[in-house]
């Protein structure tokens, strides 16, 4: 079994920042890619940025380029989502994905609120 355990997230202000991280823990075996998918209410859950193992940054939300950074540490098996200038509709529960040699694994999700 993977667990993937998300920590961060909470309440920001407009225009403030936020940090998440995404740790992989178990039989991990090999991770590769691993990214961050949000669900706001109401709506699908969205891919928000995605990276492969040597770091490169697959996907990048247009919504969120030039705000957010995604980033990993293959030592630690973490994901990382720098979110910065957050914005109202940013709020959503956040998501960490990692693609195994098993599959996808998710994790539980952290919300993300952000006021006006």
């Known amino acids: 079994q993977v667990q993937l355990v998300e920590s961060g997230g909470g309440l920001a202000q407009a225009g403030g920042s936020l940090s998440l991280s995404c740790a992989a823990s178990g039989r991990i075996g090999s991770l590769h890619d691993m990214g961050w998918y949000r669900q706001a209410p109401g709506k699908q859950r969205e891919l928000v940025a995605k990276?492969?193992?040597?770091?490169?940054?697959?996907y990048l939300n247009p919504s969120v380029k030039g705000r957010f950074t995604i980033s990993r540490d293959n030592a630690k098996n973490t994901v990382y989502l720098r979110m910065n200038n957050l914005e109202p509709a940013d709020t959503a529960v956040y998501y960490c994905?990692?693609?195994?040699?098993?599959?996808?694994?998710w994790g539980q999700g952290t919300q993300v609120t952000v006021s006006s």
């Open positions: 994905a990692a693609e195994l040699d098993s599959g996808v694994g």
């Open positions: 990276i492969s193992r040597d770091g490169t940054v697959n």
